[in-house]
């Protein structure tokens, strides 16, 4: 497995503790849902950020921490949305 990929994987298990921290509320899913929509977020924010030139996916940075985050947060937001 490739570093960068393992780095985003612990990346989006803080991402989505970050998520679930700044949009608390009551998930069906759990911990393992908002782990789960952490690293998608990770993923996803980390994809978003290295199109717009924020951050690479190579590795671990200050910029894909937040990048990161906001993706777990859009995914957490749209889980929610859909889950009703």
Same mark, same amino acid.
Request: charged content about 10%.
């Given at each position: ?5 393992? #780095? ?7 991402? !989505?503790?970050? *998520? ?9 899913? !759990?911990?393992? #849902? ?7 977020? #990770? +993923?996803? !924010? ?7 030139? +924020?951050?690479?996916? !190579? ?8 990048? #990161?985050?906001?993706? *777990? %947060?859009?995914?957490?937001? %749209? ?6």
């Amino acid at each position: 497995m490739e570093v960068g990929i393992l #780095a985003w994987i612990v990346l989006g298990l803080i991402a !989505g503790a970050l *998520a679930k921290w700044i949009m608390p509320g009551p998930d069906r899913g !759990g911990l393992i #849902a908002t782990i789960l929509l952490g690293i998608a977020g #990770a +993923f996803l !924010g980390g994809w978003i950020g290295s199109l717009l030139g +924020f951050n690479t996916m !190579g590795g671990f940075k200050p910029g894909g921490l937040v990048s #990161a985050t906001l993706g *777990a %947060l859009l995914l957490l937001y %749209l889980f929610r949305t859909f889950k009703r």
